[in-house]
């Protein structure tokens, strides 16, 4: 049984050829969404047999996977946040791919004065530090924390968010989402890879990654709806990705 989806795009594409063997050697191929199957149809020219192989099953939920023990307000105390004021957020591996300078960029477009952006992750990428650093500086509503964010810390980024940001140039499955609605927040992203069946309406907002001021104009639109509401919607899908029936359906795979 192989496992596809759970890369990021572009690792994905870097080891096509060795999926494209897998997928013809496996019985069963997992796919985490439909765009991840259709993906490797056509990446790999699979006839209807070998497409017959895939199948899609969702990646689960982290519910109750990492500490979860502080309220938003001890967060923002923690990160010395003012107590109100929007706080969006970017938590993960910061790679180029993952577009955190065109978030940078959108923010620093937005003129709500009390509005917060913070990036917390490692960087991974020749001069990706510096480049963030020095567009952070010219705004001091910006937050960076560009270092690994042990487990135990998570709770303390994310409950200090209202929203979750992930600029994506390129995704298939993204853990960092689906991190993002296990705590109860609302995704931001654009409609690539599996984010459009990961995150609904009702839990974020996905925009057209093509559209000239799209990720602006969503961080505006975000800024102005009912986060609180989409942050409810956010954790019921999250309790929809629950992974005793995820777990059925692949159990259910590998006996047949």
Known sequence: MHNLGGHDGGQWASEMAVHGELVRLADVVICHCTAARDAAIAAYGLDETDAGRLHVIPHGSY????????????ARERLSLPPTGPVLLFLGAVRGYKGTDDLVAAFRALTDPDARLLIAG???GAGIEEHLGAAAAADPRIRLH???VPDEE???WLRAADVVVLPFRDILTSGSAILALSFGRP???PALGC???TVPASAGLLYDPDAPDALPEALRVALAADLGAL???A???AQELDWGPIAGQVASLYRG
């Not at 519910?63 to 001890?74: E, F, K, R």
């Open 63 to 74: 519910l109750g996977a990492y500490p979860d023990t502080i309220t938003g307000a001890q």
């Open 122 to 124: 490692r960087p991974r």
């Open 146 to 148: 560009l270092g690994f």
């Open 154 to 156: 998570l709770q303390v």
């Open 187 to 189: 995704v931001i992203a």
């Open 195 to 197: 984010l459009p069946e």
């Open 231 to 233: 942050g409810k919607g």
């Open 235 to 237: 954790l019921a899908r």
